[in-house]
């Protein structure tokens, strides 16, 4: 599985953003799509998840009710639209997967729980 996202850019407080993570290769049915992202100086913290077979989907709670993530099947990419962002947005973000089971409920906010990484894209928020 190959992750490639893209979508990231400069953008003012309160602006929106769509990021893409466009995937290839073997995609199986329980595969669940993670993102994360890394500001500056700090740890790699997960956002969002959706799980291609149900397509239900979990956020972080500083993002929650802002960013939306979805995944459009016949172009097998993941997208996380970004609405109302905030300076504290500022950070590159990743997209990973996993198709793997997991014992954990939470499994999907670990990122040592994902095989599959993209590169990252960066966002930048000016305040």
């Known amino acids: 599985v190959q992750l490639q996202a893209s979508g990231g850019g400069l953008v003012q407080a309160g602006w929106s953003l769509r990021l893409s993570c466009s995937i290839s290769?073997?995609?199986?049915?329980?595969?669940?799509i993670g993102w994360f992202r890394q500001a500056p100086g700090k740890e790699r913290e997960w956002v969002s998840c959706?799980?291609?077979?149900?397509?239900?989907?979990y956020y972080t709670g500083s993002v929650k009710g802002r960013f939306t993530i979805s995944y459009d099947n016949a172009k097998t990419t993941v997208y996380l639209q970004m609405n109302s962002l905030k300076s504290e947005d500022t950070a590159v973000y990743y997209c990973?997967?996993?198709?793997?089971?997991?014992?954990?409920?939470?499994?999907?906010?670990?990122?040592?729980?994902?095989?599959?990484w993209g590169q990252g894209t960066l966002v930048t928020v000016s305040s």
């Open positions: 990973a997967a996993d198709g793997s089971l997991h014992a954990s409920s939470g499994w999907y906010k670990d990122k040592s729980e994902y095989v599959y």
């Open positions: 959706i799980g291609k077979s149900d397509g239900s989907t």
């Open positions: 290769g073997f995609i199986s049915d329980d595969l669940a």
